[in-house]
Nanobody
């Protein structure tokens, strides 16, 4: 089992920045591939960024490419999402997810992630 706890959400004006954190505990070997997803009200959950603790390879959704940066501190078992140039359309609940290895169905195949955090709310006002 892997326990994921997100933090860092909040309210910010458009153009501002936030950094989300996802602290992992438990059997972290089962959560070496991690990602950030988000779900806005009335919309489906979407994957926005993923990374592996075993490599430097990262993936981003087009909607956040160039504005968001995923990173990790393996010593602290913590995943981060630095969000810059925030837009009102970035308003959503943000979730951290993990699985043992890269999903076969695509890095944003959320059904293949085994562990999920409780989410942290990000609200961007115009």
């Amino acid at each position: 089992q892997v326990l994921l706890v997100e933090s860092g959400g909040g309210s910010v004006q458009a153009g501002g920045s936030l950094r989300l954190s996802c602290a992992a505990s438990g059997d972290t070997n089962s959560g070496r591939y991690m990602g950030w997803f988000r779900q806005a009200p009335g919309k489906e959950r979407e994957g926005i960024a993923t990374a592996s603790t075993r490599s430097a390879t990262t993936y981003y959704a087009n909607s956040v490419q160039g504005r968001f940066t995923i990173s990790q501190d393996n010593a602290k078992n913590t995943l981060y999402l630095q969000m810059n140039s925030l837009k009102p359309e970035d308003t959503a609940m943000y979730y951290c997810a993990a699985r043992a290895s890269r999903p076969m169905g695509g890095v944003f195949a959320e059904t293949e992630y085994d562990y999920w955090g409780q989410g942290t709310q990000v609200t961007v006002s115009s």
